[in-house]
């Protein structure tokens, strides 16, 4: 049998710190995103969602001159574009019917 050496102690984590001190958003603080972050999470161009904020064509907040979108923001914006179903769609014929 091998005579192994102690293992070193780990110590315990630190005790939490409050969210103010280092910069970590908690899950009862509001969150803004940029304009990059909210168009990354939307998946669609920056440049769409910086033109219509502009425009004041969708839910945003100006932060001074920056802007940035809450989370609301964000859904209020899927629930405006989102499209009730139509139905069946009907197929088209790619090719015009055969002269009889």
Do not use: V
């Not at 001190?21 to 990354?40: I, K, M, S, V």
């Not at 100006?62 to 405006?80: E, P, V």
């Amino acid at each position: 049998m091998r005579d192994n050496p102690p293992r070193p102690r780990r110590r315990p984590p630190p005790p939490p710190t409050p969210a103010h001190t280092t910069g970590h958003h908690d899950e009862q603080e509001p969150r803004l995103y940029t304009p990059a972050e909210a168009a990354a999470l939307l998946r669609i161009p920056e440049s769409w969602l910086r033109r219509h904020a502009g425009r004041r064509q969708i839910p945003c907040t100006f932060l001074g001159k920056h802007l940035r979108f809450s989370a609301a923001d964000l859904a209020a914006l899927i629930a405006a574009s989102a499209e009730p179903a139509t139905g069946r769609r009907t197929h088209r014929r790619r090719y015009p019917p055969a002269p009889t």
